[in-house]
């Protein structure tokens, strides 16, 4: 959309292109009337073409304008013009936390203030019904002091309904960063923004995120069912309720999370200063969903096999008939492992949770492949240049 440049939408002078992103591309602007730089952002004309898009782009801009915190972005302005549809916010020349993350280990200081900054916008959101689901360190921008500002609320939401991703059987958000909740296409509420808060935290910690995989279907597995790596694996300095903050906030279940990002903020702060962090057993993975039965139908294999040698070495039963029960046992193994794909597929299969397109995933550092057609691994907010 390079085409653009020089051209005026509104009273906004478009001087150059910033970065394009799989939703919007983003420009450098000059507001005319007041004579300031702003950042302007242009949703893709093939997102914005139905006839009901003006209506619930003028709702979201309103609300997601509404919004008035420290630490969320500005948005000034909304519009249309030529048949574009574009979102006017401040402009900030910090870069973004993915660019920071990247550069050199955080120290916990900076982690710490980075993470109450976070939380207090995204609790804010929330306490006004706004979930963010698509919170990644992309959409987190920095000024150039270092302080952290939240970008891109309700567009997510906005371009999952207009467009009926839902129903093509897409799940809007980034890989790396999506509850098991999103992946199970299930409605959402705070926690799951408390959830991808916990996977920032986890790279901010150690430079990795917790997750990675060369497809959607693997990375849907691991975040729904597989326990994260200790963080203490590459930091061993770190305390151990670190990891226990971090197993909370990755908790398969909502319940099993922290309620709001506040408290997240509180328990990791409580963590480096050597504070125990309750956490129980539902925090680990292999406790959770679909992964309970099939460990537990394997100890139940397990016993049966035992209990047939057993009898068999008391009653000297013939070794067909231990054969016969190894045999059995291996055939309900079987049966519980069946069980278990044929959930993986009914996720990916179901109406829901289908999409028209095998998506294409790009593997990176930090796997933040985007499923067709949401965002790309340089999403809009990554796209303001670092301060030099």
């Known amino acids: 959309m390079a085409e653009l440049i020089g051209q005026t939408l509104g009273q906004y002078e478009i001087v150059g292109l910033l970065g394009e992103g799989g939703m919007a591309s983003v420009y450098r602007a000059r507001q005319v009337s007041i004579e300031r730089e702003v950042a302007l952002k242009i949703l893709h004309a093939t997102l914005t073409d139905s006839s009901s898009f003006a209506d619930r782009f003028a709702h979201e801009a309103k609300l997601v304008g509404s919004l008035s915190h420290p630490h969320i972005l500005k948005v000034f302005d909304y519009g249309r013009d030529q048949h574009v549809a574009y979102l006017v916010t401040e402009l900030l020349t910090g870069g973004s936390l993915s ?87 299930e409605t959402l509420d705070a926690r799951s923004d408390v959830y991808s808060l916990g996977v920032i935290l986890y790279e901010m910690l150690v430079g990795m995120v917790p997750f990675a995989a060369t497809t959607p279907f693997g990375m849907m597995h ?112 079987a049966t519980l492992d069946a069980r278990h794909t044929a959930t993986m597929q009914m996720l990916l299969s179901s109406p829901t949770s289908r999409a028209n397109h095998t998506p294409t995933v790009t593997p990176s550092r930090t796997a933040t492949a985007s499923v067709t057609p949401t965002e790309t691994d340089t999403p809009e907010a990554q796209l303001i240049p670092p301060h030099k």
């Open 99 to 185: 660019d920071l993350i990247h550069l050199s280990p955080l120290p916990l200081e900076q982690i710490e203030r980075l993470l109450d900054q976070i939380a207090s916008a995204l609790d804010y959101a929330h306490h006004r019904g706004v979930i963010h689901r698509d919170l990644k360190p992309q959409n987190v921008l920095l000024d150039s002091e270092g302080n952290a500002f939240l970008t891109d609320f309700g567009i997510a939401k906005m371009l999952n309904s207009e467009t009926g991703l839902t129903q093509a059987g897409a799940v809007v958000g980034t890989p790396a960063y999506m509850s098991p909740e999103t992946w199970r296409t």
């Open 222 to 333: 691991k975040h729904i069912y597989e326990t994260p790596p200790s963080v203490r694996n590459t930091r061993p300095e770190l305390p151990a309720a670190v990891d226990s903050v971090v197993f909370k906030a990755l908790a398969k279940e909502p319940d099993d999370r922290f309620s709001t990002a506040g408290e997240l903020t509180k328990a990791f702060r409580d963590s480096v200063n050597g504070v125990a962090v309750p956490v129980t057993r539902r925090h680990v993975a292999v406790w959770q969903g679909g992964r309970r039965p099939l460990f537990i139908g394997g100890a139940f294999a397990g016993i049966v096999i035992i209990a047939g040698l057993a009898f068999s070495a008391i009653s000297g039963t013939s070794a067909a008939s231990i054969s016969a029960t190894r045999t059995a046992s291996a055939v309900q193994n």
